[in-house]
């Protein structure tokens, strides 16, 4: 029994951290582990603009002023639940993809499906001395999830893809 409490406040540590996210943050809607009913069919979606800020932090060789052409990528998809029993989400088909976007911001045009979860994820495309490059696609880091690829696609970006529910 005295064993219970040591792991009681652990799990209660880790629940309580913010969630991780490799690539780049969303900013609205917000990360989370449940998906946010937004109040549009046409949600407006905002990232953290690329370079961020923990690549100003981290850039000791001075590769950061070296960027240029920076757009963004976006993808949505239509979310599908898990029939094996868990409450994982995953994307089921691409319903809406921009490329070239030149802000870290996108409205969506096209009006989705009402009271339907949608999974999204975004990344940067930019030159670097000469070379084009990408970033990962921006995806949630949950506390011990495996960074494994959805096993269904080769694709897509690995689970933790950003969430939202249309109204």
């Known amino acids: 029994m005295r064993w219970l409490v040591p792991i009681l406040l652990l799990s209660l540590v880790a629940c309580a951290r913010p969630l991780e996210v490799a690539g780049l943050?969303?900013?609205s809607p917000e990360p989370?582990?449940?998906?946010?009913?937004?109040q549009s069919l046409q949600p407006a979606l905002r990232?953290?603009?690329?370079?961020?800020?923990?690549d100003l932090d981290a850039d000791r060789g001075g590769w950061v002023s070296r960027v240029r052409h920076v757009t963004y990528d976006l993808r949505?998809?239509?979310?599908?639940?898990?029939?094996?029993?868990?409450q994982d989400v995953y994307p089921d088909?691409?319903?809406?993809?921009?490329?070239?976007?030149?802000?870290?911001?996108?409205?969506?045009e096209t009006p989705l499906e009402s009271d339907t979860q949608y999974l999204w994820s975004v990344r940067a495309r930019f030159e670097l001395d000469?070379?084009?490059?990408?970033?990962?696609?921006?995806?949630?880091?949950?506390?011990?999830?495996?960074?494994?690829?959805?096993?269904?696609s080769m694709s897509v970006p690995p689970r933790g893809y950003y969430r939202f529910v249309t109204p």
């Open 76 to 86: 949505i998809w239509r979310g599908v639940g898990d029939h094996s029993g868990y």
């Open 47 to 54: 990232w953290e603009s690329f370079p961020r800020p923990t």
């Open 25 to 27: 943050r969303p900013l």
């Open 130 to 152: 000469g070379q084009l490059r990408v970033t990962p696609w921006g995806v949630l880091r949950l506390p011990r999830q495996s960074l494994v690829d959805d096993s269904r």
């Open 93 to 108: 088909e691409l319903v809406y993809a921009r490329s070239a976007l030149s802000m870290p911001e996108h409205t969506v």
């Open 32 to 38: 989370y582990n449940l998906a946010p009913k937004l």
